[in-house]
């Protein structure tokens, strides 16, 4: 079935850090790709996605590929703030349904000064 | 606009208890989902509602759990009797054009 493997957290870095937090899948057919992020005390929004293959999804300076000869979906941003501490979602869903997405077991990251 | 309303925010009871969990979606958005996370995991779907209709429930653990949306608006999640490994938060979710919309959700610890 389909799943979603994203790299194991916490993840620890200091301000300005670049940011890598990997992601890879496996599904059948073409899926669309999500990240989503938890702030701390609130609900789960939408980061960035993409929907077809070699697509950039962008937000918040965060970017991420949609890579299907890798079937992944690193998620990265160049220079992390203080207010980028959250646990980090990556997601699929087949085609542009969101009737039934998977979610990866999320990664922590903290960002101190 | 409103977000996505949960309540309780934390429950805590007894095993073999019953507990109920209320979702108000923002209006308008016909599509409602019920997911469980487990901590340190991601959220799982548990059922969706296409209006009051709940087309997806084959997550759902029917023996203890079951949920009704009346009037394709709110929903409620139930679940009787709470077992330990019910111990999750359980999320409510909408969507109108395709992107999830999620509440804070509701806490439960079955002790």
């Known amino acids: 079935g389909n799943s979603v493997t994203q790299m194991e957290g916490p993840v620890t870095l200091s301000e300005e850090a670049f940011l890598t937090i990997n992601c890879t899948y496996t599904?059948?057919?073409?899926?669309?790709l999500f990240w989503y992020v938890q702030y701390p005390g609130e609900g789960l929004q939408l980061l960035l996605k993409?929907?077809?293959?070699?697509d950039k999804g962008s937000n918040k300076g965060f970017e991420a590929t949609y890579r299907k000869e890798t079937t992944s979906f690193h998620l990265e941003k160049g220079s992390v703030q203080v207010s980028d501490s959250a646990v980090y979602f990556c997601?699929?869903?087949?085609?542009?349904?969101?009737?039934?997405?998977?979610f990866g077991p999320g990664t922590s990251l903290s960002v101190i000064p | 606009e409103a977000g996505v309303v949960q309540s309780p925010r934390y429950k805590i009871i007894e095993k073999k208890q019953p507990v109920a969990f209320w979702c108000n979606p923002i209006?308008?958005?016909?599509?409602l989902y019920w997911y469980r996370q487990n901590l340190g995991q991601g959220p799982e779907l548990l059922i969706r509602?296409?209006?009051?209709?709940?087309?997806?429930d084959s997550q759902l653990p029917k023996d203890r759990f079951s949920a009704e949306r009346l009037k394709g608006v709110d929903s409620t999640l139930k679940i009787q009797p709470a077992e330990l490994g019910d111990s999750a938060v359980y999320l409510c979710?909408?969507?109108?054009?395709?992107?999830?919309?999620f509440g804070e959700g509701s806490r439960l610890t079955v002790l």
């Open positions: 979710a909408c969507s109108n054009t395709g992107e999830l919309f």
């Open positions: 997601a699929l869903s087949e085609g542009t349904s969101y009737d039934k997405v998977i």
């Open positions: 993409a929907t077809k293959a070699d």
């Open positions: 209006s308008g958005h016909n599509t």
């Open positions: 509602y296409e209006n009051e209709e709940a087309v997806d």
């Open positions: 599904a059948t057919g073409y899926p669309s």
